[in-house]
């Protein structure tokens, strides 16, 4: 089955600083990738998604991730984090080696301190 | 446009008890999801509906869960009988496109369930 690894469960950052939050998955094939967001108290949101295309993804808020296929990997960035981008960020893919299943990782806790 | 609806937003029973949730995706959805997401981890998807029909129901406990999505709208997600290990955050999602790659999924407040 398809699994996908969130190595960072818990990041604390000050605002400005850059932030990269890991995300590798297990089966490859015809892959999307997303990264979703849920602030305090919200619904979990879309951030960004890769499909096809340019690997270099743009999402809200400044957001950006990378799709490296050899890597297994889609690591989500931001040069220069904010207060409000405290937040819970999951990583999902949907693949055709996971049989179309979306698959969530454990997610990365982020606390930005003002 | 509104979201997807959930309902209740919270709720407390004890073990052996059974429940039902309720989902109402954004209009127009064909596919409907229900996920579990037991604190600390990430969702897990637990049944996909393209339309009335299921997609993926691997991931069922089918011996207590179930689910239906009746007329290709409003779902409902059942748990008889409950066990403790069941407490989590039940959230439905819903996408525009068929199920299978290419799919943006659009969630739901969830649905917290303690099970005593």
């Known amino acids: 089955a398809q699994s996908v690894s969130q190595h960072n469960h818990h990041v604390i950052l000050s605002e400005a600083a850059s932030l990269e939050l890991g995300c590798n998955y297990s089966?490859?094939?015809?892959?999307?990738l997303f990264w979703y967001v849920q602030y305090p108290g919200q619904h979990l949101q879309l951030l960004l998604k890769y499909f096809s295309g340019d690997p270099l993804v743009k999402g809200i808020k400044g957001f950006e991730a990378e799709f490296i296929k050899s890597k297994f990997s889609f690591n989500l960035r931001k040069p220069s984090v904010q207060w409000s981008d405290t937040a819970e960020y999951f990583c999902a893919v949907i693949s055709s080696g996971g049989s179309y299943i979306p698959t969530f990782g454990r997610g990365t806790s982020l606390i930005v301190h003002p | 446009e509104a979201g997807v609806a959930q309902s209740p937003r919270y709720k407390i029973i004890e073990k052996r008890q059974s429940v039902a949730f309720w989902c109402n995706p954004i209009s127009g959805h064909a596919t409907l999801y229900w996920y579990q997401q037991i604190l600390g981890q990430g969702p897990k998807l637990l049944i996909q509906f393209q339309n009335n029909g299921v997609v993926d129901d691997s991931q069922l406990p089918k011996d207590r869960f179930s689910a239906e999505r009746l007329k290709g709208v409003d779902s409902t997600l059942k748990i008889q009988p409950a066990k403790l290990e069941d407490s989590a955050v039940y959230l439905c999602?819903?996408?525009?496109?068929?199920?299978?790659?290419?799919?943006?999924?659009?969630f739901g407040p969830g649905t917290r369930l303690l099970v005593l």
């Open positions: 999602a819903s996408s525009p496109t068929r199920a299978g790659v290419g799919q943006t999924q659009y």
């Open positions: 089966y490859g094939g015809t892959v999307n």
